[in-house]
């Protein structure tokens, strides 16, 4: 199983990224699937998530009305789109997979069990 992140880069302030998390291995659409980040000096923290059936998302205060998690259950993909980027918003960003079917998707790190090795953005001021 391995999930592969990408479309990390370096962007100004007020700049748009769309991330993507390709599975292999498995497929995960019956499963919640998310995003964290963790910024140099900082725990890893929650920033959306997305059920396997349900369509309901999660997302954490810092990125509602920016961000947008979606997934194409035919490519067993998930995305984050990442719009009016801030520089507290640089870090890398983790894909997960919790392999427990709920309604509404978990924001606890602990509860996903498999990751990708993360897509560094870094926003510029």
């Known amino acids: 199983v391995q999930l592969q992140a990408s479309g990390g880069g370096v962007v100004q302030a007020g700049g748009s990224l769309r991330l993507s998390c390709a599975a292999s291995g498995r497929t995960f659409n019956g499963y919640p699937m998310a995003w964290f980040r963790q910024a140099a000096g900082i725990e890893r923290e929650f920033v959306a998530a997305i059920s396997g059936s349900s369509g309901s998302t999660e997302y954490a205060d810092s990125v509602k009305g920016r961000f947008s998690i979606s997934r194409n259950y035919a490519r067993n993909t998930v995305y984050l789109q990442m719009n009016s980027l801030k520089p507290e918003d640089t870090a890398v960003y983790y894909c997960?997979?919790?392999?427990?079917?709920?309604?509404?998707?978990?924001?606890?790190?602990?509860?996903?069990?498999?990751w990708g090795q993360g897509t560094l953005v870094t926003v510029s001021s």
């Open positions: 997960a997979v919790d392999l427990q079917t709920r309604y509404r998707p978990t924001t606890n790190s602990g509860e996903y069990a498999y």
